[in-house]
């Protein structure tokens, strides 16, 4: 699966942000997510959402600012980032699972997921 994301950029502590991930290849029935990576720090789950949409999970740092979605045709994640704040900022990456791994075992380890995008850069300024 190859995965293109966009949509980084700047903004001020409080606004919004949406990233879009564009998947491309095996991507029948792939659950997909988001990760991040502030500097100095290692990777961070951030969500993800089961291939049919219905099962999404959250960290718990940004439940009820984030949300998750996924459409089709072209198969494409989208994370909506509201209320950002400065701890927010960080390098996210879009992630996918193998086609047909179970979302049942997604505990939110990079290790879930095989195949990565480019990062996107997210800056919230104070």
């Known amino acids: 699966v190859q995965l293109q994301a966009s949509g980084g950029g700047l903004v001020q502590a409080g606004g919004s942000l949406t990233l879009s991930c564009v998947a491309r290849?095996?991507?029948?029935?792939?659950?997909m997510g988001w990760f991040r990576q502030a500097p100095g720090k290692e990777r961070e789950f951030v969500a993800a959402?089961?291939?049919?949409?219905?099962?999404?999970k959250f960290t718990d740092s940004v439940k009820g600012r984030f949300t998750i979605s996924m459409h089709n045709d072209p198969k494409m994640v989208r994370l909506q980032m509201n209320s950002l704040n400065p701890e927010d900022t960080a390098v996210y990456y879009c992630?996918?699972?193998?086609?047909?791994?179970?979302?049942?075992?997604?505990?939110?380890?990079?290790?879930?997921?095989?195949?990565w995008g480019q990062g996107t850069l997210v800056t919230v300024s104070s």
């Open positions: 992630a996918a699972g193998a086609s047909g791994d179970s979302w049942y075992d997604v505990t939110g380890s990079p290790r879930d997921f095989t195949s």
């Open positions: 290849g095996r991507t029948y029935r792939t659950y």
């Open positions: 959402i089961s291939w049919s949409a219905t099962y999404t």
